[in-house]
């Protein structure tokens, strides 16, 4: 098959979060299973310096509303891989350093730079006459492509690829002034309830939702949430009335990147099998982070965008009394709402050497949490997958979760009696059922160590590879293909 990815993120060009693992190590998957892949994506002014990328010698012309625009493609392929990657350059649009929004919040003009992308992705394929038999579109900033597939495409060839469209978290869904129809070149039909209109405004994922040819989301318990209020984020409705072509399809991880027994950027490596380097991993992690280097105190960490989401309110709500009463420490790798980040901060200052943080974004250190951690806490409010919890269970470090999305279907948890489980997990979101729960793994790493150990060696040996979720988009790609081939028949007979 020729698939098509557009997407706003990419390991290990830019990443925001667990969209853009999951774009460059998914490509990989599918490229070694024999297909071809290629991704679009734009080339922002903070984009890792890609050394091999070469400029395409013709500008693409993007045709949207009234007006054509320009922009210079460079390509390369993904690191190992036979993927090709076109980065999309355009001064005025991705002249900022961010992907969605910089520290005075969103940018501006985010609803052209991410129209642009989506008609700027169709553009290409024309102008390297490659027609994809699929296209991957990721999140609300690809939502618009569905609809140029089913409306100035449909009767050229862009139109009969089909669309897939994976729902990353349906919390941001691109809420944006009717005028983009005007901008996009999308005919005005288009902004009506069952499309791309919502309470007056544009709403890109709403809109995609309601013109892909099926659509995935990253774990099949979150699945399920978001076809009810509590986790549709409004949505719930018109995902319920999807549910035909909606599956949940659980994330994988890259191995190339995240294997303790392999990865470069630790201090030492380590396996199921023989522990000791983790050992060497946590002293380095103490020290990274200004606590105190005892290997027999449990060291919880945290590697996270600081969001409502990730539920990490209720830690900050509960670490003083956490230092008072348990001999743990905590380190917090993250960065996000400045509350959260200030209110770490001001913990590390009060309880030093007990609890330190790094307010920023680094692969490396995030590397060496999961490695030197005895445990990570991810008490997510909703979590439609995670990956930190996957490399914290590759890593030996049994996370402390809430049981909500795709934490339910990746963590089993601990059971006394049997000895088995991958980690702990809570219900309630309330500050007192975190702090419970970090009792309970804090009284197992103290009391019951051997079955600790079993907890590490359990996560440890678990399959996260992409393995089993890829062959499972190949299938979904199957049966978009046969839709959209069978939408045409049916069209050509009206
Ligand atoms: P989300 O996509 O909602 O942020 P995931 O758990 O799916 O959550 O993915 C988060 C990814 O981002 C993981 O790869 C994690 O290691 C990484 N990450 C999060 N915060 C940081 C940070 N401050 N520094 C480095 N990596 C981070
Ligand atoms: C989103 C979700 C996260 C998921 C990631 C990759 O950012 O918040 O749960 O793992 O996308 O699919």
Redesign the pocket.
Known sequence: MKILMVTPELVPLV?????A?VVGALSKSLSLLGHEVRIVLPKYAGLRRVEDAQPMKDPLIVHLGGHEAYARIWNCTLPDSDVVCHLLEHNQLYDSPSVYRGPSGDEADNAQRFTFLSRAAIDLCYQTEWIPDVVHCHDWPTGLVPLYLNTTEADRPMGQAASLLTL??VQHQGWFHRNVVDYSGLPQHVFRPDGLESMGQANFLKGGIYHSTKITTVSPTYAAEIQVADGGHGLHNLLHNRSADLVGVI?GVDTDEWDPARDELLPARFSADNLSGKQICKARLQEAFGLEVAPEIPLFTV???LVE??GLDLLVAISDRLMSEMAIQIAV???GETALEEAFTALSQRHRGRFGSFI????E??HLA?AGADSLLMPSRF???????L?AMLYGAPPVVRATGGLVDTVENYSESHSTGTGFTFTDPSPEALFDTIGWACSTYYDRPGDFQQLQQNGMRKDFSWALSAGTYESIYEQAMLSRAAAFVGQKKV
């Open positions: 990443k925001v979060g667990g969209l693992d990353h978290n994330n590697v996270s965008r989401q990730k790798l993250g960065t920023g974004f680094d692969n250190l995030a999961a979590e439609p997958c995670g990956l930190s919890q490399y």
